[in-house]
T-cell receptor, first 113, second 114 residues
Framework: EPEVTQTPSHQVTQMGQEVILRCVPISNHLYFYWYRQILGQKVEFLVSFYNNEISEKSEIFDDQFSVERPDGSNFTLKIRSTKLEDSAMYFC???????????FGQGTRLTVV | QKEVEQDPGPLSVPEGAIVSLNCTYSNSAFQYFMWYRQYSRKGPELLMYTYSSGNKEDGRFTAQVDKSSKYISLFIRDSQPSDSATYLCAMSAGSGGSNYKLTFGKGTLLTVNP
């Protein structure tokens, strides 16, 4: 069964460092998303991406965040200068049609120290 | 009023019980409704997907949407210990439009006791 895969599963980084979280969406899907979940809190939308551009972003997704689809299979989230409050689970998701069934990866647990 | 409200529980039931999980929402633009199951420190797993109002059944799971009341439900029949997880409702307004994001409830922690 096709699935969304994310690497790494756990990343520890020092405050102020840049991190890149990687995702391989399901191959025939056209819409890609990043969400995050701070421990004990709701899953929150960060950004959606379609046709090689951002289609929507939340207020959380400020200038320190960026997304890229560098080739036909990968989808990345870059955090330029990490802060302690960026510690969270980051989930990549993809869907065939925008706004409908979205399939999530297993997440990357980011710990900023 | 929060956009999506979900009772966080915890909810504890004996094996074989019927479980009812619910969410309410305030945004009348929502028309796509999903239920996800999430195990601890794992990604949300899509269980059920419904468009607009009505019922949808898949095995032991039934999803109901009442758009007039802005209320959605997930029923689990003959619950099993393996159903123990956090259940998240999620909804979106968009398809072909600009609002693709899913808005989640906080999740209900369910424990099914053998």
């Amino acid at each position: 069964e096709p699935e969304v895969t994310q690497t790494p599963s756990h990343q520890v980084t020092q405050m102020g460092q840049e991190v890149i979280l990687r995702c391989v969406p399901i191959s025939n899907h056209l819409y890609f998303y990043w969400y995050r979940q701070i421990l004990g809190q709701k899953v929150e939308f960060l950004v959606s991406f379609y046709n090689n551009e951002i289609s929507e972003k939340s207020e959380i997704f400020d200038d320190q965040f960026s997304v890229e689809r560098p080739d036909g299979s990968n989808f990345t989230l870059k955090i330029r200068s990490t802060k302690l409050e960026d510690s969270a689970m980051y989930f990549c998701a993809s869907s065939e049609v925008g706004g409908t069934e979205a399939f999530f990866g297993q997440g990357t647990r980011l710990t900023v120290v | 009023q929060k956009e999506v409200e979900q009772d966080p529980g915890p909810l504890s039931v004996p094996e074989g019980a019927i479980v009812s999980l619910n969410c309410t929402y305030s945004n009348s633009a929502f028309q796509y409704f999903m239920w996800y199951r999430q195990y601890s420190r794992k990604g949300p797993e899509l269980l059920m997907y419904t468009y607009s109002s009505g019922n949808k059944e898949d095995g032991r799971f039934t999803a109901q949407v009442d758009k007039s009341s802005k209320y959605i439900s997930l029923f689990i029949r003959d619950s099993q210990p393996s159903d123990s997880a956090t259940y998240l409702c999620a909804m979106s307004a968009g398809s072909g439009g600009s609002n693709y994001k899913l808005t989640f409830g906080k999740g209900t922690l369910l424990t099914v006791n053998p």
